[in-house]
């Protein structure tokens, strides 16, 4: 179990009772203070650390995840304050154990202006016991229940609060498989069938699905620490952070190419990509002026580099040309034929986010934040294709300032009479540009008016206009080429062709215009039930946009960015960021959710863990998606592309979570269901999806619940064991064709299907 100080129970009130003080009447006194790592702004609900407790979430970015339902009806997840303040690292305390926290303060809707954070966003403040000290290690292993792939994970890590000091060391290692298409029950295709024929006339057989994977062996390892010391009334953060990652895909045999000869040296193609990178920041906070700022300088560099064999060369006296590349065949051994793509990005950002309270109105005070970056990037990216025998470089340099000012302005409330007949009323407004090198400026404007006519209702009403402009990575990032899984429209098949994503120079701005409107009830006391409804609306002109899913209205828009060989095999998809000519959404949002905690002075028996009351909690949220628009028109002239009418978006979709739990001892159920879709080609419907769904169920022990009594050591208290089955009944979204009536395998569109995961934490 961790070793905590004393910290304030969870219901501690602002007012603190000096101990060995009375009155003359033999009372304490009182002394009003402000909590221990409470922000500015009155929290409208918290996450009790009994609340905390009943989840399965180990860390504190898990948490976060687990809880956004909570936060929002969209389910984001929210930025964080620590103790209060703005922190240089967002991730900063992501993998700090769960237990840290005190509570979680979920802050109200306008608290993004006034600690600078965009438009929308939430804000949460962790609220950090004041002394904490543990070692946590946890060892999980996931696997699918149709077998083919194992994935593992271990971590360990070292993490200290002292007050205003906290420091963390930790180090990641993961490694999964590969999952061979040999080892589920996929059709082959009939050109690779033929060509495994080709390859083998005699009795020995040779299965093309042994030399292809439909998902990679990979593994990845990473080290952070992180340090936060008290200097007077500031504080100084140094954080180093060093990972490296590296998948190995095998992509099928070379094609046409090598002869009956080479039977015994024929080895799969395989496509390896490879990413290194380190980082290290140092920040410094404190108030300067009675402006509460944050200075932080950050460096990062990173390496990438992708190898995607084409063929095979070998020294022998037969000689295949084929797609320009030369093959020797012979009892020599195989040189296989590489593209090569290498690149090192490097990155230095300084920045600044201050704020204040600039002004005391009748009903509150008013807020002011100011954010400000620099950056400058340098990137070098080298393209080796052997079909030339030639090798293409290239460096970029680019810098990029952006800034964010915000407001934050209580109109009505106690005390502003005769406007406090309206209840409580807010407004925020904020600005900011971006400047990139070799781009125009970007600005966006924006404001929002939060009104609660009583404090059990709240209605939020934004707007926000911007002249969208090209990002750094939309113009410069260097190209990097991935394997995807997709349906291909075209042919009916499943097929995994090359992504090529990377920077788009070609890329010119539009504007943005959004208007979101969102209504949230609380009708019973400690946020029992909440009800939200959501709407949204965005118009862009011109402007950039992802490609869209590759349908055949998009394949007929695009031509030039889908690649076919000449069978009409789709190979690759150039998946650039793109220009368009418009774009219109109107979403409409709707949810429910739900906090219960057991009472203190319940007549039902409450469940002690080491003599402490432990309630038990009930949460959970069911929300539902209707997309009322969604249309692009790429350009003049061209037909507008309807993603909800045939381009196989669903119009409706519903999520939920239930968490039921308390210290020690909890489960988790929650779901997707996502309503029919269809895609069109030619004008009449080729494919439809019916309507889906996808339920996942979890669940965590500590072992010292299970084995109770005197003797019970400390180790097995410090062990906690979860249990995590996604997609529980093995369902999968099915793909309806009236031109392939068999229908498609179980494991084309999903190769994983249901998924068991266990994993052991130890805390001591």
Do not use: C
């Amino acid at each position: 179990m961790a070793r905590t100080g004393p910290v304030a129970s969870e219901e501690a009130p602002d007012q603190i009772a000096e101990p060995g003080e009375d009155d003359s009447q033999g009372q304490p006194i009182i002394v009003e203070g402000k909590r221990w790592g409470r922000a500015e702004i009155d929290a409208e609900a918290e996450i009790g650390e009994s609340e905390i407790a009943s989840f399965a979430a180990t860390t504190i970015g898990e948490l976060l995840e687990a809880t956004a339902f909570l936060v929002s009806g969209s389910g984001q997840v929210p930025e964080v304050l620590v103790n209060g303040r703005r922190i240089a690292n967002p991730g900063e305390l992501d993998d700090y154990p769960k237990e840290a926290l005190a509570r979680i303060a979920i802050l109200p809707k306008n608290a993004a202006a006034a600690y600078g954070f965009a438009q929308g966003k939430r804000v949460v403040n962790l609220e950090l016991k004041r002394r904490f000290a543990t070692w946590r290690s946890e060892a999980g292993m996931e696997s699918p229940t149709a077998g083919g792939r194992r994935s593992s994970k271990l971590s360990i890590g070292r993490f200290a609060i002292d007050y205003d000091t906290r420091w963390n060391i930790g180090a990641t290692y993961s490694h999964d498989t590969e999952l061979l298409k040999s080892e589920r029950a996929i059709p082959a295709q009939a050109a690779v069938s033929q060509e495994a024929d080709s390859l083998d006339r005699s009795n020995a057989s040779i299965d093309p699905a042994e030399y292809e994977a439909l998902l990679p062996r990979a593994h990845s390892a990473g080290v952070n620490a992180s340090a936060t010391h008290p200097f007077g009334a500031f504080s100084g953060t140094l954080n180093i952070a060093a990972n490296r990652s590296q998948s190995i895909q095998k992509i099928g045999l070379p094609p046409d190419t090598v002869s009956r000869p080479l039977r015994r040296h024929l080895t799969a193609l395989e496509s390896r990509q490879t990413s290194e990178s380190l980082a290290a920041g140092l920040a410094i906070s404190g108030p300067v002026a009675g402006w509460q700022s944050n200075l932080g300088l950050r460096y990062s560099v990173d390496w990438a580099t992708t190898d995607r064999e084409s063929g095979y060369r070998t020294d022998g006296p037969e000689q295949v040309v084929e797609d320009g590349y030369t093959r020797r065949a012979g009892d020599g051994g195989l040189l296989s034929q590489t593209n090569r793509l290498r690149s090192k990005s490097e990155a230095y950002t300084l920045s600044l986010t201050t704020g204040n309270s600039i002004a005391s109105l009748p009903a509150g005070l008013a807020r002011a934040s100011l954010s400000l970056n620099a950056g400058h990037r340098r990137v070098k990216f080298t393209d080796f294709a052997p079909s030339t025998g030639g090798s293409y470089s290239s460096v970029t340099h680019s810098e990029q300032l952006d800034g964010l000012v915000s407001f934050s302005l209580p109109l009505a409330g106690a005390g502003t009479e005769p406007f406090a007949a309206l209840g409580k009323v807010d407004a925020s407004a904020t600005g900011a540009f971006r400047k990139v090198s070799g781009a125009p400026t970007n600005y966006r404007i924006g404001g929002a008016i939060d009104w609660s006519p009583v404090k059990s209702v709240n209605l939020r009403v934004a707007y926000s206009h911007e002249n969208t402009e090209p990002t750094y990575d939309q113009l410069y990032a260097p190209r990097i080429e991935i394997l995807k899984r997709v349906f291909d429209f075209t042919r009916g098949e499943y097929v995994q062709p090359l992504f090529r994503l990377g920077g788009n120079d070609a890329l010119v701005g539009g504007s943005l215009e959004s208007f979101t409107a969102d209504l949230r009830a609380t009708p019973f006391d400690g946020h029992l039930l909440s009800v939200d409804l959501g709407y949204r609306h965005a118009r862009a002109q011109g402007g950039i946009a992802s490609l869209p899913a590759l349908t055949p209205e998009v394949e007929a828009t695009f031509p030039e960015r889908v690649f076919r060989n000449a069978r009409g095999e789709l190979i690759a998809i150039d998946a650039r960021a793109i220009n368009i000519g418009s774009d219109v959404t109107k979403r409409l949002t709707s949810g429910l959710s739900l906090r219960w905690s057991q009472p203190r002075n319940s007549h039902q028996e409450a469940g002690k863990v080491g003599g402490a009351f432990t309630p038990w909690t009930i949460m959970g949220s069911l929300t539902h998606r209707w997309e009322l628009k969604s249309e692009t028109a790429i350009r003049r002239g061209l037909s507008v592309i309807d993603r909800l009418d045939a381009n196989g978006q669903a119009r409706h979709s519903i999520a939920f979570h239930f968490n039921v739990g308390r210290k020690g001892l909890g489960a988790n159920f929650g779901g997707t269901w996502t309503g029919a879709a269809r895609v069109a080609r030619d004008g009449a419907v080729a494919y439809r999806y019916p309507p889906s769904s996808t339920f996942n169920l979890g669940g965590f022990v500590e072992l010292g619940m299970l084995i109770r009594g005197a003797k019970t050591r400390d180790w097995v208290d410090a062990l906690k064991l979860s249990l995590d089955v996604r997609n529980l009944f093995d369902s999968r979204r099915w793909v309806e064709s009236p031109t392939r009536m068999e229908g498609f395998s179980r494991y084309e569109l999903d190769p994983l299907g249901r998924t068991i995961r266990i994993a052991i934490t130890a805390q001591f």
